[in-house]
């Protein structure tokens, strides 16, 4: 693995990080450098995340001007 791999999935995780974070699904703790994630509802999250993929992927199609002839 090349260090600049490594360095972009250290980068990522922080996003994901962070991302979460502001959502409230997670706390850090800056003086222990703690990340909690909180628990949630694992069905909940299958269920909405059906939704959220084809509405992305419906918008993609549709700047990218798919389907048309």
Known sequence: MTWN???????????AASGLAMAGLAE???ATGTFDLK????????GTGGGVVS??????????GWGRR
Not at 39 to 46: D, I
Not at 55 to 64: G, H, I, Q, Y
């Open 5 to 15: 791999l490594a360095r972009g999935l250290v980068y990522l995780a922080c996003l």
């Open 28 to 30: 850090f703790d800056l």
């Open 39 to 46: 628990p949630f509802n694992l069905y909940a999250l299958a």
């Open 55 to 64: 509405s992305a992927l419906a918008s993609l199609a549709l700047l990218r």
